[in-house]
């Protein structure tokens, strides 16, 4: 099996991880009438936890191995972009629209340039802005059926949404800085574990229950094995072979699923403009694979830090 994803361009695994995360949000809205965010998070990571834990201590001593600044790096990535960041993008959901939160994840590419320069030392050429250019108005007519008159409900959902964006992507760059030491099994578990600490910690601070009830709980395992470990497998396995420049535009399939997922479940259409952006992003994820390692040169080396 490993063997094949290894044929498979790492950033086309990226993008097909993002899609199915994708599914996630129609799944996870209607937990806000009954539950928690922080109890649907903490709910997750402790299945995540169970299902990883026979690679627990062989991933803790291979982070620990690898030095301070990646054990630096695996708390990051776990209490920020594992646990936080998935906290504040489904208060997000509870808190406004179905549409807003998954738009506003269109600006992790952004941030993910500069951080995988400062962390990576990851610079994009030139010819990255034709990727990136098409990419973000190709999601801005996805997301918004009529994109000279955009809606966006309430600040605090914004605030959580791009709040989300921004740990999203640092997780991207950061992941790709623990991949140049660690296999991606052990990223993946490390990612759960100190996931599961960090939502354990604001369970009280956020007066949430820890348990979700029967109902809620069989579809936080469904989030937690399909969108979680399944996708996040893919995830961390393409990564190892991508630039997180990339990588984080290849993760915009994302948004573009969430929304055509969102519209089919709440039986609305899409517009003649969603269409073109639909085309828009297909067209760039689809030449990523051919430009991977023209799009990105180095930097002069330089030490780099997650910290």
């Known amino acids: 099996m490993q063997a094949r994803l290894l044929a498979v361009p790492g950033v086309l695994l990226v993008a097909l991880a993002a899609a199915m995360w994708g599914t996630d949000p129609i799944l996870r809205k209607p937990l806000g009438a009954t539950t928690t965010a922080t109890t649907i998070v903490f709910g997750e990571h402790v299945i995540l936890v169970l299902l990883t834990l026979p690679l627990l201590l062989p991933s803790l001593r291979a982070l620990l191995k690898a030095g301070p600044r990646y054990v630096a790096a695996g708390i990051a990535i776990g209490a920020g972009a594992s646990a936080i960041a998935t906290i504040l993008f489904t208060e997000a959901l509870f808190n406004g629209d179905f549409i807003t939160p998954v738009v506003l994840q269109k600006v992790q590419p952004l941030i993910a340039i500069a951080a995988a320069a400062f962390v990576l030392g990851e610079r994009p050429r030139p010819r990255y802005a034709w990727f990136l250019l098409p990419a973000l108005p190709g999601f801005w007519l996805v997301n918004q059926p009529h994109p000279l008159d955009p809606q966006a409900k309430g600040l605090i959902p914004i605030v959580q949404a791009l709040g989300a964006a921004a740990l999203w992507a640092l997780g991207t760059v950061l992941g790709r800085y623990l991949g140049r030491k660690l296999e991606f099994q052990h990223i993946l578990t490390v990612r759960f574990f100190f996931g599961l600490i960090a939502s354990a910690i604001l369970l009280p601070i956020m007066g949430a229950p820890a348990y ?22 893919l995830y961390y396995f393409g990564l190892k072979r991508t630039p997180a420049v990339l990588a984080s535009l290849a993760e915009l399939t994302y948004p573009a699923i969430a929304v055509i997922a969102g519209i089919w479940a709440y039986n609305s259409h899409l517009r003649w403009s969603q269409w073109v952006g639909v085309v828009m992003i297909i067209g760039v994820v689809s030449l990523l694979p051919v430009q991977r390692r023209r799009a990105i040169v180095a930097l002069p080396q330089a030490a780099p830090s997650p910290a």
Do not use: E, K, R
């Open 212 to 233: 979700a009830g029967l109902h809620d709980s069989l579809w936080i395992a469904y989030l937690a094995v399909v969108t979680g470990l399944l996708a996040l497998g």
